[in-house]
């Protein structure tokens, strides 16, 4: 049976957070900076909305610039770890919608891979359903967009998923791959950088189409033998590579929001605990074990504050996770008298349950 492959990626995803946890940010445009050690007036865009966009705000631009292009646009600083928290929850979503625990491959913060070829059982349309259905508990439990692009291999599910953004759903069955990749310029082929793009230019060749019909052997005379015949597969919408967890989400975590802002120990407990449950079950599930333990407070004032315990040895019960859990949110509460929005808990440094060597280690 032919493969059926899911791509999702998360839309405008550092700001989109922002966006979710401070609702006065609705509408405005919102510019996400990671600020070099120069202060504010260094530092360069991670991402931004999309109203900020369509100033023209680009990731990787100076703030500065960034600043000038729109000058009402609301500017926030990184928060990294707060990012990869809401990251581990997504991918949790992700990978339970995969044929299987190891169909499942995350190959940045905000994106991944699933493999869905048995759950649909080869059929696009059942296909569809389960991205849009991924959409769904993206949406509900995250409160965030993503969008999604299936076909037949990795690189045709990713340059789907970024065909329509943000909150997009693109299905590209076999038979379309080609009318779907022809009229692309070069650059659009997912694994094409600038300096391919430029040498492909000099060649004549701007487009996919181009690309496709072009003698595989004066390609493999320019770029030699494997990527000369990596550009005719891809630009033919060819791709083998198997989805395989590589960059494996090296944590299991779960947040959830209060029912309202509070300080009040029952509720913010048993919500703890419910969510303790949940990262347990996944623990048990993936069949690993852990070596820490974060707890995360997202305060009535929007900031983010994390606490972790790491053990000499990996473990895998509930006790250790609740003893250690309790603990650092009982440190939350004594340090500060704000109120508390959402809480987190997390365990990391995940290693194979059943052996001695870690699960990551490559
Ligand atoms: N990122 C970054 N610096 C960059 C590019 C990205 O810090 N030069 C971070 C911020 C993004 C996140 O990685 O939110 C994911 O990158 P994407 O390329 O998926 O971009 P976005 O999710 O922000 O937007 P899009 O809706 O286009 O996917
Ligand atoms: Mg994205
Ligand atoms: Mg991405």
């Not at 059942?126 to 299936?150: F, N, W």
């Not at 391919?196 to 493999?220: N, R, Y």
Request: net charge negative; hydrophobic share 40%; proline share 3%.
């Amino acid at each position: 049976m032919e493969r059926v492959i899911i791509h999702v990626d998360m839309d405008y995803f550092y700001a989109a957070i922002e966006e979710r946890e401070d609702p006065t940010l609705k509408g405005k445009a919102v510019v996400v900076c990671m600020y070099s050690n120069r202060g504010e007036s260094g530092g360069a865009v991670s991402t931004s909305n999309y109203i900020a966009r369509d100033a023209g705000i680009r990731s990787a631009m100076p703030c500065k610039l960034a600043k000038s292009k729109n000058p009402d646009a609301v500017f926030l600083p990184v928060r990294k770890a707060f990012y990869e928290d809401v990251s581990a929850n997504v991918m949790e979503i992700l990978r339970s919608n995969a044929d299987s625990e190891e169909a499942f491959e995350k190959i940045s913060i905000d994106e991944a891979f699933l493999e869905i070829t048995e759950s649909c059982n080869g059929d696009y349309d059942i296909a569809k359903e389960i991205g849009l259905r991924i959409k769904k508990e993206v949406k509900s439990q995250e409160r965030i967009t993503c969008s999604v692009g299936i076909g037949p291999n990795k690189l045709i599910a990713k340059m789907a998923s970024s065909f329509r953004k943000p909150d997009g759903i693109t299905i590209i069955k076999p038979e379309d791959t080609e009318d779907f990749l022809k009229p692309m310029p070069v650059k659009k082929l997912w694994g094409i950088g600038k300096v391919t793009e430029d040498k492909l230019s000099e060649m004549g060749i701007k487009t996919v189409e181009e690309l496709a019909v072009f003698d595989v052997m004066e390609l493999i005379s320019v770029f030699g033998k494997s990527k000369g015949m990596w550009l005719k597969n891809a630009a033919s919408g060819q791709d083998d590579s198997p989805v395989k967890e590589r960059t494996a989400s090296d944590q299991i975590g779960r947040m959830a929001s209060l029912k309202n802002d509070s300080r009040n120990e029952n509720m913010i407990f048993s919500l703890l605990d419910e969510l303790m449950d949940d990262v347990i079950g996944k623990v048990e599930k993936r069949k690993v074990s852990f070596r820490s333990v974060t707890v995360t407070v997202i305060f009535s004032n929007f900031k983010t504050s994390t606490k972790s315990k790491t053990f000499n040895h990996a473990v895998n019960d509930r006790e250790i996770l609740a003893e250690n859990a309790v603990e650092l949110m009982k440190q939350f509460l004594e340090e500060s008298n704000i109120n508390f929005r959402r809480i987190g808990v997390r365990v990391g440094n995940l290693q194979e349950s059943t052996g001695q060597k870690s699960l990551f280690d490559f």
